[in-house]
């Protein structure tokens, strides 16, 4: 379908930086779907053009989704704290082509954000 903005699923629990990671995606010219919790989540995917996980939750297992979204085919971006490398590490083995940190979104997340989506989505 040429012309048709590519549909992003956010997955954030935290309210702020949810709701900024969607105005980013749609300052981009894509449709941003937002959710909260895995299982809305993973209603979420299909027909998804990719997806960005926030890394820092406790309502659901951000590698889980990140695995979840990459078998189904999907382009995953993750945010998270700077400083936790190890998480970085393990999100990247799950399936994340990036791991951004919440200062890199917050300087330059419109430039960030949009590079991303212009890279040409690559096969599962």
């Not at 699923?9 to 969607?22: F, K, M, P, Q």
């Not at 937002?34 to 820092?56: H, K």
């Not at 078998?71 to 399936?95: I, P, S």
Request: zero cysteines; glycine letters at 8%; charged letters at 25%.
């Amino acid at each position: 379908m040429t012309g048709a903005r590519p549909r992003i699923v956010v997955l954030g629990e935290d309210l702020i930086w949810s709701e900024r990671l969607t105005r980013l995606v749609a300052s981009n010219g894509a449709d941003p779907v937002s959710a909260r919790d895995l299982s809305t989540f993973e209603a979420s995917l299909v027909g998804a053009g990719g997806v960005i996980v926030d890394l820092t939750a406790s309502r659901y297992e951000p590698l889980i989704a990140i695995e979840r979204a990459r078998a189904a085919g999907l382009r995953v971006l993750a945010v998270g704290q700077h400083d936790d490398h190890e998480l970085r590490k393990k999100a990247l083995a799950a399936g994340a082509e990036r791991v951004y940190a919440y200062r890199k979104l917050y300087e330059d997340g419109a430039a960030t954000v949009g590079r991303w989506l212009a890279v040409a989505p690559t096969t599962a």
